[in-house]
């Protein structure tokens, strides 16, 4: 079992930025690939970013690359989510998620969800 807390939301102006974090509970947080999604009022929820627990490796959607960077500390069972030159559109609640499948592109992989956190981005 794992537990994912997420904090660090908040309103911002567009153009500003924020960082994310997100504690996991339990001693095989190394072992799962993590993510951050987010859903909009009336959309479904969808992929941010993720990064793979081995190597790092990290994966972006197109409407975030080059804006937001992800990172995890495992030493501090950690994920961080920084998120750069926000735009209104990027307004949702944003939620962490953890599995232990390889990649994480979808929703239908994800074993752990954390309640989520809201952020706003002004115009």
């Known amino acids: 079992q794992v537990q994912l807390v997420e904090s660090g939301g908040g309103l911002v102006q567009a153009g500003g930025s924020l960082r994310l974090s997100c504690a996991a509970s339990?001693?095989?947080?190394?072992?799962?690939?993590m993510a951050w999604f987010r859903q909009a009022p009336g959309r479904e929820r969808e992929f941010v970013t993720s990064?793979?627990?081995?190597?790092?490796?990290?994966y972006y959607a197109d409407s975030v690359r080059g804006r937001f960077t992800i990172s995890r500390d495992n030493a501090k069972n950690t994920v961080y989510l920084q998120m750069n030159s926000l735009k209104p559109e990027d307004t949702a609640i944003y939620y962490c998620?953890?599995?232990?499948?390889?990649?994480?592109?979808?929703?239908?992989?994800?074993?752990?969800w954390g309640q989520g956190t809201q952020v706003t981005v002004s115009s």
């Open positions: 998620a953890a599995s232990d499948t390889p990649i994480i592109y979808k929703t239908t992989v994800i074993q752990y």
């Open positions: 339990g001693r095989t947080f190394s072992t799962y690939a």
């Open positions: 990064i793979t627990r081995n190597t790092g490796t990290q």
